[in-house]
């Protein structure tokens, strides 16, 4: 369990990313569809929903492809992903007739965060990710001009006794998170508050 301050819901309380999968766990197409289906319910600007996601289970072609395009960071890891997915968001492109919306990245990290913590209620962890090379992957499956690339998620699961921060390449762990008081603004829960200021 993850060191927080106060009574998160047990899923975010208990989430964190793996840098070590199992690689004889075996996830299975019911829980991809419930993952796009969460993904597919997150909000949106306009309910413009400016996502898409490349989705290989581990074994197929397109876990395969995926993996083609890994970091040498990532590629330590992510390979023994039950599932491996390409995040993709809406982009601008001069002149084409899509509706574009400002609040695409916005909106793709939204609907992967609903997929996380999908995953995450049926038995999965997942590791986000930048470590690969994005441009390889977009030529890899020739991803139309107004869509891009943008990270990708590894799911699957932690072999027993893995903990919070484990990483074979970072053996110091890093879970630091700021202060309360620095994230929230104006930041005065643990000041007086100032003459003619609402408490
Ligand atoms: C957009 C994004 C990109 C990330 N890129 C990488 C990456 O390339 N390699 C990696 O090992 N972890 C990557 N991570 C995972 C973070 O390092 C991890 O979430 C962070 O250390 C916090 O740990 P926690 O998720 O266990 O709380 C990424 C996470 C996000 C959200």
């Known amino acids: 369990m993850t060191d927080?301050?106060?009574?998160?819901?047990?899923?975010?309380?208990?989430?964190?990313?793996?840098?070590?999968?199992?690689?004889?766990?075996?996830?299975?197409?019911?829980?991809?569809?419930?993952?796009?289906?969460?993904?597919?319910?997150?909000?949106?600007?306009?309910?413009?929903?400016?996502?898409?996601?490349?989705?290989?289970?581990?074994?197929?072609?397109?876990?395969?492809?995926?993996?083609?395009?890994?970091a040498r960071s990532s590629a330590a890891w992510a390979p023994a992903a039950s599932i491996l997915v390409a995040n993709l968001a809406h982009r601008f492109v001069e002149g084409t007739d899509w509706d574009y919306s400002e609040f695409a990245l916005y909106d793709l990290g939204q609907a992967v965060a609903h997929m996380t913590f999908q995953a995450q209620a049926l038995g999965l962890s997942v590791r986000q990710f930048r470590a690969f090379d994005r441009a390889g992957v977009e030529a890899e499956f020739a991803v139309p001009a107004h869509w891009q690339v943008t990270t990708m998620a590894a799911f699957g699961v932690s072999p027993a006794g893995a903990a919070p921060g484990d990483d074979p390449a970072r053996p110091v762990p890093q879970r630091h998170r700021r202060a309360p008081e620095e994230i929230s603004w104006p930041s005065r829960p643990q000041s007086a508050p100032h003459a003619g200021e609402t408490p």
């Open 4 to 70: 927080v301050n106060l009574p998160l819901h047990p899923l975010l309380a208990a989430r964190w990313s793996p840098a070590v999968f199992d690689p004889s766990h075996v996830a299975t197409t019911e829980q991809v569809a419930v993952m796009l289906e969460a993904a597919r319910w997150a909000p949106s600007a306009g309910t413009s929903q400016p996502w898409a996601f490349l989705v290989g289970l581990r074994g197929d072609p397109v876990h395969q492809r995926l993996v083609a395009h890994l």
